[in-house]
């Protein structure tokens, strides 16, 4: 039993039909939810005071950064703020704008005398009066914003549109302008200062000159004039080059000739330095040599012919000889020449150069300042430039950043309410909220509901379900459809009964109202009907009902014998159906549960189990009470009813958990007071158990008149089809 009390529950999921059972159910509730808000919704609808809607359109555009363009005519825009449409529409409802409508409208004295009876009102009073008539909604993917106004008068809405708008713009527009001549404003106190500082520097520069003695013949000039111009530096650069290569030739060939033998140097010095009279000096000589070494042959050595060119070669070598000395000696003179000219030329450039850096770091503080000077000077040019551009741009007509593009125009029809729109939204709220309210009242309802929540719950089957507003089957007739639900009943408890020697049965339940008296008694009826001895015992002792149902009188009863008033067959009466007895519950004793625990009670039950084939006993609820508990420990079997929708299902548990600890026989479970008509889930017990079935089966019956076991027979083939 513990493990049957402990054992989770499976997850399960609403299917569709669960869906819908649930509407069906709470239909009440989800059509009053509906009407009502759906009423509601109308009528506010029809009693809002109409009111027209004038939209008036304006382009916008981001101001520059700086105030007014750099000194360079630059003009800087800021980058892309993802904040500004948003921004820009704080500003058009804070006082700078709406503020100067309400000024130029003189809306404070306009709106309290039409809306305050009369009263001036303040600004920010109106403020917040204008700002719920307006609303403010940009056009996607555009630099366009539209300004829409509610109004009950189409005139007045497009009025305060159009000026809206217009203050708007005249608010960025002055905006702009100020922040220009402040700009201005700045460059011309910066020019004045600019002027002071020119002037302090201009005459620090003029002291300085004074002072270091600088010659500065050019005002425009910020270095000093060099000694050499770059022209002359140029010409300089050049000659010393031509006088290095001439030098450099003339030592060369000076170093080759000095080289030479004395005989070598005659054949190549003329091919170097050309020189007539050296050439004519070699070609006599070698015409006379050719004449000697002809005459040799021809004469002897003595011969006069030979003695006078020997004569002539004599003479000729030295007078070569002191040509060649003279060219070496006029060579080695220019190149030292040369020399003294390259050294000469080298030396004045140097002193040249020398005298400038001298004159340059000796000069140095007056050409800095000097050329701060001139730096002052050229700015402070573009500054008054500049000054004088911004003051003829603001007086130039420009492209506005605010544009109107799109004027506000009266409203042909009202825009709010919006009937229609209101009417349905109404009905659509209401569905919806009373669905939801539905759906959580469900939620909300731990009740029992459905055969698969029970014996998923209590892990027992459901013997039965019992239909709504059901009463005593003898007055409905014992033909009726709600008797059929009691034959189904009586059918599984034959199933449920393991032995044929379990004859006691109790009704218990959790809480009071469930329907256990009507149970038994209607249980009793079908198993008299069927041919059996029933006896019905009344032993709800705290309330008895069950003689009333059967018009009995409870002066004796169970009490009564069990106290040893009177005997079994005087407390057991007879009742208008065939086959079935009662006995009732007798006068109230002051305490019952030694009464039902007493051995005389377990006497009459086994005695009584002799006389009748089932015996029926009504019990108060279970939990409070012990005298239901100790009825279930004495019989054989034990049927729990639980109510449709009225106990919490942990109530009806804890019932269960109380039969089983005191060890009755927990048969299985009676759903009692099923609304059949809206729980579908039920539908089979109702529609096929009470429906065409059932009334065909009493058309069979009018033509084969016999009961008994073909009642059984029927009552067996629906449980079959059950389980």
């Keep these: 039993m513990d493990s049957l009390q402990h054992q989770p529950q499976q997850e399960t999921r609403l299917h569709f039909l669960d869906y819908w059972r649930i509407i069906r159910i709470r239909k009440a509730i989800i059509i009053t939810v509906f009407l009502i808000t759906a009423i509601v919704a109308t009528a506010v609808t029809f009693l809002l005071p109409e009111s027209y809607a004038s939209t008036a359109r304006i382009r916008i555009e981001p101001d520059s950064i700086a105030d007014i363009t750099g000194v360079g005519n630059h003009v800087t825009y800021a980058s892309y703020d993802p904040y500004f449409i948003q921004t820009e529409f704080e500003i058009i409802q804070d006082r700078v704008v709406l503020g100067k409508v309400i000024e130029a409208l003189n809306l404070n004295v306009e709106w309290g005398k039409k809306y305050f009876g009369g009263e001036t009102l303040k600004t920010p009073e109106t403020m917040e009066f204008l700002k719920k008539r307006m609303s403010l909604m940009p056009v996607r993917n555009t630099k366009l914003i539209g ?109 080759q000739l000095q080289a030479l033998s004395p005989d070598k140097m005659r054949d190549v010095l003329p ?63 220019q190149v030292q020449s040369e020399k003294a000219a390259l050294d000469s030329l080298t030396a004045s450039v140097e002193t040249a150069k020398e005298k400038d850096q001298l004159d340059f770091s000796k000069g140095q503080p007056y050409w800095e300042k000097k050329r701060e000077l001139g730096e002052k000077i050229e700015f402070h040019k573009l500054l008054g430039v500049k000054i004088a551009q911004e003051r003829l741009d603001l007086e130039i007509p420009k492209t506005s950043i605010v544009e109107i593009t799109g004027p506000a125009e009266p409203g042909d029809s009202p825009v709010k309410p919006n009937k229609t729109l209101n009417i349905v939204l109404g009905v659509v709220i209401g569905l919806i909220m009373g669905v939801g309210l539905a759906f959580f009242i469900e939620y909300l309802d731990t009740s029992v509901k459905t055969i698969d ?36 009943l009586r059918t599984n408890i034959l199933f449920s009964r393991k032995d044929e020697k379990l004859k006691t049965v109790v009704v218990v339940s959790a809480g009071a109202g469930e329907g256990k008296s009507i149970t038994v008694i209607n249980l009793a009826t079908v198993f008299a009907q069927a041919g059996q001895r029933v ?10 009902t069950l003689h009333k149902l059967l018009h009995i009188s409870n002066n004796i009863g169970l009490t009564n014998y069990l106290l040893k008033q009177n005997k079994l067959e005087e407390i057991i009466l007879p009742t208008s159906v065939p086959m079935l007895d009662f006995m009732a519950s007798g006068k109230l004793p002051s305490t019952s549960m030694s009464i039902l625990g007493s051995a005389q009670m377990k006497e009459m039950v086994a005695e009584l189990k002799q006389r009748y084939d089932f015996i029926f006993f009504d019990s108060p609820p279970i939990l409070g009470v012990s005298d239901a508990s100790v009825l279930a420990s004495e019989v054989d079997m034990v049927i729990q009813v639980i109510q ?56 069979d019956a009018q033509e084969t008149p016999t009961k008994g076991k073909d009642s059984d027979d029927t009552d067996v083939i629906g449980i079959k089809q059950k389980y």
């Design 147 to 255: 300004i829409t106004v509610y109004s009950e008068d189409k005139n007045d809405a497009a009025r305060l549109a159009n000026a809206i708008a217009e203050a708007y713009r005249n608010y960025r527009r002055d905006l702009r302008n100020q922040l220009t001549l402040n700009g201005i404003k700045v460059l011309e106190d910066q020019f004045k200062s600019d002027q002071e500082q020119i002037q302090a520097v201009q005459t620090n520069v003029d002291n300085l000159r004074h002072e270091l003695s600088v010659n500065d013949s050019d005002p425009n000039s910020m270095i000093p004039t060099p000694t050499l111009s770059q022209e002359q530096l140029r010409n300089y650069n050049a000659m010393r080059l031509e006088g290095e290569t001439r030098y450099m030739k003339l030592e060369k060939q000076l170093t």
């Design 271 to 333: 091919t170097l330095i050309p020189d007539v009279a050296l050439s004519d000096l070699l070609n006599k000589l070698h015409e006379s040599q050719q004449a000697f070494v002809t005459l040799t042959n021809d004469y002897s050595p003595a011969d006069l012919h030979i003695a006078r060119v020997q004569s002539m070669i004599d003479e000729l070598n030295p007078q070569i000889d002191a040509r060649v000395t003279g060219i070496m000696a006029s060579l080695e003179n």
């Design 453 to 488: 929540e029970v014996e998923r719950a209590f892990q027992s089957p459901v013997l039965g379900v019992i239909p709504q507003n059901v009463g005593y089957l003898v007055d409905e007739g014992l033909e009726s459809p709600h008797a059929e639900a009691y034959r189904v």
């Design 535 to 544: 006896l019905v015992v009344d032993s709800d002792l705290r309330r008895p």
């Design 644 to 699: 449709y929708r009225r106990y919490p299902q942990p109530m009806s548990i804890r019932a269960k958990q109380l039969i089983e600890k005191v060890g009755g026989n927990l048969i299985g479970i009676l759903l009692n007071n099923i609304n059949m008509s809206q729980d579908e889930s039920y539908y089979y017990y109702t529609g096929y158990s009470q429906g065409n079935y059932y009334y065909s089966r009493n058309e």
